[in-house]
């Protein structure tokens, strides 16, 4: 039975000479992939809703133990390809892409997930702070997830951080005391004060807030190491996309 869903694409991926393979989320929050028939030789019929980052209606109809669905038509409802001509707003929203569809599983059902990646494209299409933005993101994926490292607990005594600060390794997000940090042969940093304050917005502001209320991001650093390297530990791989938002951040 054929189903209509709001989504929003992640991507797609050239199969054959004329078919793409369509990656979304849902509104439920599931990932779900498909096949879109002769999406490359008629843009007529799916025009701009292929685009990453696009929301979009999608008809799909799901089938049975296969990884790859049938999508039978996708309308758009909001376009967001014309703000990605920006070279520092695409690397952005690449790794909004990636971030989101390596956490997300097609088991999921957290509504939230869709609602957060809405929003964001929103405060970013309303002008705001790309980086800062891309943090924001982070800290609620990983919340949701239930990844987000405590940063009241060392992970190498397992006690109480105390005045010393919280100190993250270079990689992993794994958080220690200023003891254990000096104990062990990784680089850390330590959060700042910014870093912490940038983290309390966070949990209680809309993205779109973000800089009304003074939280700014930076590339590289403790925040980085944190929220991505607690991204990318629990998947054991590199992402990709960040080296080029770092390198749009720098150069911009």
């Known amino acids: 039975m054929m189903r209509s869903d709001e989504a929003i694409v992640l991507g797609c991926q050239a199969l054959g000479e004329a078919d793409?393979?369509?990656?979304w989320i849902d509104r439920e929050g599931a990932k779900v992939r498909g096949v879109a028939r002769s999406a490359r030789s008629s843009r007529r019929?799916?025009?701009g809703a292929l685009e990453p980052m696009s929301r979009v209606t999608v008809r799909w109809t799901p089938r049975e133990g296969r990884d790859l669905q049938r999508v039978d038509g996708i309308d758009l409802v909001r376009s967001h390809a014309a703000m990605q001509a920006d070279p520092e707003m695409q690397a952005a929203c690449a790794v909004l892409s990636e971030v989101a569809g390596s956490l997300t599983r097609?088991?999921?059902?957290d509504s939230r997930v869709f609602r957060l990646l809405e929003a964001v494209?929103?405060?970013l299409?309303?002008?705001a702070d790309r980086l800062s933005t891309v943090r924001y993101f982070e800290y609620w994926m990983l919340r949701l997830h239930g990844l987000l490292p405590d940063l009241s607990t060392c992970a190498g005594c397992q006690g109480e951080i105390g005045a010393g600060g919280v100190w993250v390794g270079e990689s992993g997000g794994v958080v220690r005391c200023s003891k254990c940090a000096r104990a062990v042969a990784v680089p850390h940093s330590k959060l700042s004060t910014?870093?912490?304050a940038f983290?309390?917005?966070a949990a209680s502001t809309a993205p779109a807030d973000l800089c009304a209320a003074g939280a700014r991001a930076h590339p590289g650093g403790a925040l980085e190491s944190l929220l991505r390297g607690a991204i990318e530990g629990f998947l054991e791989r590199?992402?990709?996309t960040y080296r080029h938002l770092n390198a749009a951040v720098l150069r911009g």
């Open 238 to 240: 590199r992402l990709r």
């Open 199 to 201: 983290l309390g917005v």
């Open 125 to 127: 299409a309303a002008g």
């Open 106 to 109: 097609e088991a999921d059902d």
């Open 121 to 123: 494209l929103d405060a």
């Open 45 to 47: 019929r799916f025009g």
């Open 20 to 23: 793409v393979i369509v990656t």
């Open 194 to 196: 910014a870093d912490v």
